[in-house]
């Protein structure tokens, strides 16, 4: 009896220190039942590396969470998955764009000085494009805003007349589209008018952002080099300084903006390795370079291949619903189990209680991200731990009507039904860590879920039911074989 | 005191069952649902817009799939779903960077709880264009709920990837449980246990087939998912049973095979019978309580308990009775 008598205290202290617990440790919620965007980025071979290894990943997995934590985002995480895909998780992020923006582009930044000669064609380049511009906003203000027509001040003619030297025909598309398509062509005209690269964002040490004095509402992005940067940055200045030509800044292959070099330079060109750049950016546009430089090129080209933004209010809904469910499924199987096997079913619900607390605590512990499918297999897995206390009740009930009593029923109720239940629960568990290991996403959080549910299962139904049943056992009140099967199946006792 | 190991009697009053004299019923009805199942997947397949055994999902396809809840207050206005799909296909995207623009002529829109929510299912969108899509829809179809959105863009590189990880963690995971089984019992219930896996999965799987081909059901990852449980859950179901038989055969006992094994089973069907009930209730919680993203998961789980338990009380132990020892 001292020996139930220490086992339900054992039983009681876990109960207690896995409430407490939970008490003190949130469940971590996944993103679909919080709202939030989650982003699968696959790196791809390129140039000489044909395969990508563990190490091209660190360093890709290196220059994204540079990035990553440069958004801003609280709890944002960056997890590799499998051999060449990272996730990224965006806790409460609704514009998934930004990321992907951030995420995706290389940020190849470079110096380029302006060829010789044609200085004039530069000239009405740039032109070109800061109208194109002026009318592309416009019009984006307006498609946002809703607003009447307003094309004051816009030359159609002489716009129409830049496209047809584009060889744009201005037919298929809308009017936003061709103008992007102008800007595009244009950008790349104007980098033709430039020289290779002279220097590159690898020499880049560090970057930051200002407004611009003159203009708060214009910002420039601030960069400072290395000394061989500074180097290479002071001999290109000195190049053109006090000539017509510019210096022309180029990320990702397009002309972001060209600064002129005034003479003063001529003779030791811009020392100290420091520049600005500024392209008429945004405050928002001028962080997003910012982190992009800040995180350097990536080695790797990467490729967004899944998006999921799921907002707020829907993950709430999902939550509310699946606790109904979940409750409603537990008040079921508790009502049932009662009604079925009387005091051995009470026992059971509460071993079924503890079950639930425990395996939230382990979620805790581990720690398991709870989402939707891991919910199902909680709740599935409530059915499942039931199994094992029907199993051995059976056999309980079984030993009764064979006319055994009742602590010999009890005791060999659950010697027999061991085998069974440890066949069938050591079945799942392999199926799980097959799961676990060779499966993705969705499928492993699944089986992490199922596991530990049927893990703990095990224990609670080989001891936690045992020890209640045997603890209660020791009242003689409750020793009745009426508690455990009506008496009208119980054999009548023989000579 | 009677020893509890010995007296057949007690053990021929508990037959409830007699399964042995209805074995060729229980095969016929399994047999038959299993035929109705291939019929499905095989026409699933030769049906030239799916030309797969199950309609594809998102998931494995690869797309962009947008989910829009709409303001009702009180009620939602009318809404048809052709009037969206005119919006989305007249809409010009914006460019993303060279990649050509997404055809939008074929856009597929459904609606949800009673008009109260709506699926778009598109090709692959970059972030923006599904913005701009979301913009084109509302003044047809909006005002939306705040943050009552979901866009899902899957790339179709993923869905390959996770079918054939899934594909590949499946069979690692049934080769496990043969060897466990055939290791701990013999070859022949290791066999019938797989056999019993089988026949669950295939019927749920010829199931989803034909939803799909009669109401276009499409299935994704979660079903995936759902088919992996099943698996678990069906041969811890068989296990259980074939631990009873085991068990009789093992006391030695001079009763033909046959009548061991419906002892065994009648022994275990008031269990196998109350845990499917237990199991099977809160996936109903979940079909009649839960939300629509866990509709079908729920529906394919209750439907892989319900043959599940068919499969071990009756198609797994009386495929056993077929390996009647010799001179027996």
New interface residues.
């Given amino acids: 009896m001292a020996r139930y008598q220490g086992w339900f205290a054992f039983v009681l202290a876990l109960a207690i220190a896995a409430g407490m617990f939970l008490l003190r440790t949130p469940l971590e919620l996944g993103l679909?039942l919080r709202?939030g965007s989650q982003l699968?980025v696959?790196v791809q071979p390129a140039g000489d590396i044909t395969r990508v290894g563990s190490e091209e990943m660190e360093a890709v997995k290196a220059v994204l969470e540079r990035r990553v934590n440069g958004l801003g985002v609280a709890e944002s995480t960056l997890q590799t998955v499998?051999d060449t895909q990272l996730v990224l998780q965006l806790p409460g992020e609704?514009?998934?764009?930004r990321a992907?923006r951030v995420l995706g582009s290389t940020a190849m930044l470079e110096f380029r000085a302006q060829k010789p000669g044609a200085e004039g064609d530069l000239r009405s380049l740039r032109q070109l494009r800061s109208q194109v511009r002026a009318i592309l906003r416009l019009r984006e203000d307006q498609a946002r805003n809703g607003d009447p027509d307003n094309s004051d001040g816009i030359d159609f003619d002489q716009l129409a007349e830049a496209q047809k030297l584009f060889g744009l025909d201005g037919e298929s598309?809308?009017e936003?589209?061709q103008l992007?398509?102008l800007l595009e062509k244009v950008n790349g005209e104007i980098v033709q008018q430039f020289e290779p690269a002279a220097l590159t964002g690898k020499d880049l040490v560090t970057a930051g952002r200002q407004p611009l004095q003159n203009n708060p509402n214009s910002w420039e992005v601030t960069l400072s080099f290395n000394s061989d940067g500074a180097e290479a940055f002071a001999e290109l200045t000195k190049s053109i300084a006090g000539t017509d030509r510019l210096l022309g800044i180029v990320l990702d292959g397009q002309a972001i903006s060209e600064a002129s070099v005034g003479p003063q330079f001529q003779a030791a060109g811009i020392s100290g390795g420091s520049a600005s750049i500024s392209g008429n950016f945004t405050a928002e546009e001028a962080r997003e370079l910012e982190v992009q430089l800040r995180g350097g090129s990536l080695p790797l080209p990467v490729?967004?291949?899944?998006?999921?933004?799921?907002?707020?209010?829907?993950g709430a809904?999902?939550i509310r619903?699946?606790l109904?469910?979940?409750l409603?499924?537990?008040a079921?199987?508790a009502v049932?189990?009662v009604v079925?096997y009387r005091l051995p079913g009470a026992v059971a619900v509460v071993a079924l209680s503890l079950y639930a607390l425990f395996n939230l605590a382990m979620y805790a512990l581990i720690p398991v991200t709870l989402t939707?499918?891991g919910i199902?297999?909680f709740?599935?897995s409530?059915?499942?731990a039931?199994?094992a206390n029907?199993?051995i009740f059976?056999r309980i009930k079984?030993?009764l009507?064979?006319?055994?009593?009742l602590i010999r029923s009890i005791d060999?109720g659950f010697s027999e039904a061991f085998?069974?239940i440890v066949?069938?629960?050591?079945?799942?568990l392999?199926?799980?860590?097959?799961?676990f290991?060779?499966?993705?996403?969705?499928?492993k959080g699944?089986?992490a879920t199922?596991g530990i549910g049927v893990l703990l299962s095990l224990f609670t139904a080989l001891t936690c039911t045992r020890t209640l049943l045997r603890f209660l056992m020791g009242y003689s009140g409750l020793r009745s074989p009426n508690n455990f099967l009506p008496n009208s199946q119980l054999p009548t006792p023989s000579a | 005191m009677v020893d509890a190991s010995s007296p057949a009697t007690a053990d021929v009053r508990q037959l409830r069952w007699s399964l042995s004299a209805m074995r060729q019923r229980v095969w016929l009805i399994s047999a038959a649902v299993v035929v109705v199942s291939l019929i499905g997947l095989v026409s699933s397949w030769l049906d030239p817009t799916i030309r797969a055994p199950l309609r594809p999902g998102l998931d494995f396809t690869g797309g962009t799939q947008i989910q829009l809840e709409r303001q009702c207050d009180p009620a939602c206005a009318d809404l048809k779903a052709i009037a969206v799909s005119n919006v989305i296909r007249e809409l010009a995207l914006p460019k993303e960077g060279n990649a050509p623009l997404p055809q939008l002529n074929a856009p597929r829109v459904q609606l949800l709880d009673a008009g109260q929510s709506l699926l778009l299912r598109l090709p692959t969108l970059s972030a923006a264009q599904g913005q701009a899509v979301i913009q084109a829809v509302e003044p047809v179809a909006g005002p939306f709920k705040d943050g009552g959105q979901s866009v899902d863009t899957i790339g179709p590189s993923l869905g390959r990837q996770l079918l054939q990880s899934s594909l590949v963690s499946l069979l690692v995971a049934f080769a496990g449980i043969a060897v466990y089984i055939s290791f701990r019992y013999d070859r022949r219930y290791a066999f019938l246990a797989l056999v019993a896996l089988a026949h669950d999965v295939v019927i749920v799987c010829g199931f989803f087939a034909w939803l799909g081909l009669f109401f276009q059901l499409e299935v994704d990852s979660l079903f995936a998912v759902a088919l992996l449980t099943i698996a678990g859950y069906s041969v811890n179901d068989t296990v259980v049973v074939f631990d009873r038989i085991r068990e009789r055969t093992q006391q030695g006992s001079d009763l033909p095979l046959k009548l061991q094994v419906d002892q065994a089973v009648s022994a275990t069907l008031t269990r196998t019978l109350y845990t499917s009930g237990t199991t099977l209730m809160p996936l109903l919680a979940l079909v009649f309580f839960g939300g629509s993203t866990l509709y079908w998961f729920a529906i394919a789980l209750a439907l892989g308990v319900v043959v599940g338990s068919w499969s071990s009380i009756a198609l797994a132990p009386s495929l056993l009775t077929l390996w009647q020892p010799q001179g027996d």
Avoid: K, W, Y
């Fill in positions: 679909d709202g699968t696959q499998g609704q514009d998934p764009t992907a598309t809308s936003i589209d992007q398509q490729e967004i291949i899944e998006v999921r933004t799921i907002g707020p209010t829907l809904e999902n619903r699946s109904v469910a979940a409603s499924g537990l079921f199987v049932f189990m079925a939707l499918p199902a297999g709740i599935l409530i059915g499942m039931v199994d029907v199993l059976e079984d030993e009507r064979r006319g055994n009593t060999t085998s069974s066949d069938g629960h050591l079945t799942t392999i199926s799980c860590a097959a799961l290991f060779l499966g993705t996403g969705l499928v699944f089986a199922l």
